[in-house]
């Protein structure tokens, strides 16, 4: 039962997380020229950090997603690490038990 708990708050933990750095990647969208330019160098750390946070293949095309989406002008609007939670912990929990 006590291992469930800790499942249930690393869940939470990178949902927080997650919706913080998602807030990060929209901010640059709000700086006109400016914040275009400062996704040259978000894009590397955010697919890093992706890559930290969920291991394994989720992780690595996750991170590839997730620069891409960065480095693309005007996609700073997608919450990339939002989904990469949602697909973790409810599509591909589904997918595990069929």
Known sequence: MQDLKVVEDNRMQKLLI??????IGMISFSIPLI??????I???VAAFIMTR????RVGRVASILTFVEEIIPFTDVIPSFTLTWIYTYFFQKTKQLQ
Request: hydrophobic letters at 40%; glycine letters at 22%.
């Open 35 to 40: 914040g275009e330019f400062s996704d040259v």
């Open 53 to 56: 946070m969920y291991k394994g």
């Open 18 to 23: 997650g919706l913080l750095l998602d807030g």
């Open 42 to 44: 978000w894009a590397p």
